[in-house]
């Protein structure tokens, strides 16, 4: 038996998937594709409609369909099953990194969403100014999945390595 307190951060997972699609479905019937949708803040925050066949920043966007479908959805979905799979049966996260796990199954499943019924791409909306940062003008469009994947991420990390500090106290 699962205990409650892994199928509890699972709903997380579902509300990321939900906003995530829903917020994708309001800009693909909105805003016709590779246009700007609404500005805000001088152009600081635009909301757009792109998409990427590839992964972030557009890496792997000139591979052969074949091999973005094996590395970006094939490969993907092995790994999320394969967390899911560790995270349900092992018993090594702290309630936090249970929670972090969620929002990175929900982030990765909204996008692989995406992949597998958007011929398209993933649809990206949220773009940012960057000031030149990095060489970069305007940070690359993302959507909410990515946001959650990224921030959950983070957390995963940070709470890793908080753990390990109080490990060695």
Do not use: C
Not at 45 to 59: G, M, P, Q, V, W
Not at 101 to 116: C, F, S, W
């Amino acid at each position: 038996m699962i205990s409650s307190n892994k199928l509890k951060p699972l709903i997380l997972t579902i509300i990321i998937l939900i906003v995530d699609q829903v917020s994708k479905l309001i800009i693909v019937n909105n805003i016709p594709i590779h246009t700007i949708g609404k500005s805000f803040f001088g152009g600081i925050l635009r909301i757009i409609h792109t998409r990427n066949l590839a992964i972030a920043f557009s890496i792997g966007n000139n591979l052969p369909d074949g091999v973005r479908y094996i590395m970006f959805t094939i490969l993907p979905i092995a790994i999320l099953i394969g967390l899911l799979v560790y995270y349900l049966k092992g018993d090594d996260f702290t309630n936090i990194q249970r929670w972090a796990v969620a929002g990175i199954l929900g982030g990765g499943i909204g996008n692989l969403t995406d992949r597998v019924f958007r011929p398209l791409g993933v649809v990206d909306f949220i773009d940012v100014k960057f000031y030149g940062i990095f060489g970069l003008e305007r940070w690359p469009t993302f959507n909410v999945a990515d946001s959650m994947v990224v921030v959950s991420g983070l957390l995963l990390l940070f709470s890793f390595i908080f753990e390990d500090l109080k490990k060695h106290e």
